[in-house]
Protein backbone atom coordinates (compact mmCIF):
# COMPACT_ATOMS: atom_id res chain seq x y z
CA UNK A 1 0.00 0.00 0.00
CA UNK A 2 3.23 2.73 0.80
CA UNK A 3 4.49 1.81 -2.62
CA UNK A 4 1.14 1.81 -4.67
CA UNK A 5 0.57 5.56 -3.38
CA UNK A 6 3.91 6.54 -2.76
CA UNK A 7 3.48 6.72 0.73
CA UNK A 8 8.04 6.89 1.46
CA UNK A 9 7.62 6.77 5.30
CA UNK A 10 5.03 4.41 5.77
CA UNK A 11 7.53 2.52 3.32
CA UNK A 12 9.74 2.79 5.64
CA UNK A 13 8.49 2.06 8.45
CA UNK A 14 6.81 -0.99 7.31
CA UNK A 15 10.47 -2.57 6.10
CA UNK A 16 11.69 -1.90 9.45
CA UNK A 17 9.10 -3.72 11.14
CA UNK A 18 9.45 -6.43 8.42
CA UNK A 19 13.55 -6.64 9.18
CA UNK A 20 13.18 -6.75 12.95
CA UNK A 21 10.08 -9.22 12.94
CA UNK A 22 12.56 -11.57 10.50
CA UNK A 23 15.63 -11.12 12.97
CA UNK A 24 12.96 -11.97 15.92
CA UNK A 25 14.24 -8.80 18.14
CA UNK A 26 10.59 -8.57 19.43
CA UNK A 27 11.57 -5.48 21.87
CA UNK A 28 12.17 -3.26 18.84
CA UNK A 29 8.48 -4.29 17.37
CA UNK A 30 7.11 -3.26 20.39
CA UNK A 31 8.80 0.33 19.87
CA UNK A 32 7.78 0.74 16.42
CA UNK A 33 4.35 -0.04 16.95
CA UNK A 34 4.09 2.44 20.28
CA UNK A 35 5.95 4.94 18.28
CA UNK A 36 4.38 5.07 15.08
CA UNK A 37 2.27 8.28 15.20
CA UNK A 38 -1.23 7.06 14.39
CA UNK A 39 -4.71 7.72 16.30
CA UNK A 40 -6.55 4.43 17.35
CA UNK A 41 -9.90 3.79 15.72
CA UNK A 42 -11.13 4.91 19.57
CA UNK A 43 -9.31 8.11 19.78
CA UNK A 44 -10.89 9.23 16.11
CA UNK A 45 -14.65 7.95 17.11
CA UNK A 46 -14.38 9.96 20.06
CA UNK A 47 -13.92 13.03 18.49
CA UNK A 48 -17.03 12.80 16.02
Same mark, same amino acid.
Given at each position: ??????? !? +??????????? +????? =??????????????? +??? !?? =????
Amino acid at each position: MASRYNL !E +SLNHYAQEIIE +SVESF =DIAKVETLMNEYPIK +SYK !ER =DERV
